[in-house]
């Protein structure tokens, strides 16, 4: 199938945080993004083991640069960004700095999204938070600094 050009967040990160039955958290300094290619069909719905780094669909289909997008992803960061803020607009938004390879020299080629995971939750360990389409189209950069510059709404949102 496909990437698609929807983002959307993780039914049962949801669900485990409200019900406390999990780890995953939006307060964790250890979020990641992974890359994938467009061979990932994504889908909100799924298990909180199945929606985890390296597992399900998010087991394959890796767009990575050693040096500077590893496998594994690159760690959000919180330098000007308010990691989390509510209630000014009845709209919890969870924010970051744009993310940035590691270093100027990174090959990405058909990056078509990314998951966004807990790298610290151990309930299910690496559990998604939410995905993040690139618009339905490959993103590539040669020997450049490969960015997600996220949305002014944040990685994600939910209005109360």
Do not use: E
């Not at 890359?35 to 083991?49: E, F, G, I």
């Not at 985890?52 to 998010?58: E, K, L, Q, S, T």
């Amino acid at each position: 199938m496909a990437f698609g050009a929807s983002s959307k967040i993780f039914s049962a990160f949801i669900h485990d945080s409200v019900a406390k039955t999990g780890n995953a958290s939006l307060s964790s300094a250890t979020a990641k993004a992974a890359l994938y290619n467009d061979s990932v069909t994504p889908n909100q719905l799924v298990t909180a083991a199945n929606s985890a780094y390296n597992a399900g669909v998010w087991a394959a289909n890796f767009v990575s640069d050693a040096s500077g997008w590893p496998q594994v992803g690159r760690p959000l960061a919180w330098g000007s960004a308010t990691k989390l803020t509510t209630f000014a607009d009845a709209t919890l938004k969870y924010d970051s700095d744009d993310t940035v390879s590691a270093d100027a020299h990174s090959d990405i080629t058909n990056a078509f999204g990314c998951l966004v995971y807990d790298d610290a939750a151990t309930t299910v360990v690496d559990q998604g938070l939410c995905y993040i389409s690139f618009g339905g189209s490959a993103q590539t950069v040669a020997a450049g600094t490969f960015t997600i510059q996220w949305s002014a709404s944040g990685v994600m949102s939910i209005a109360m």
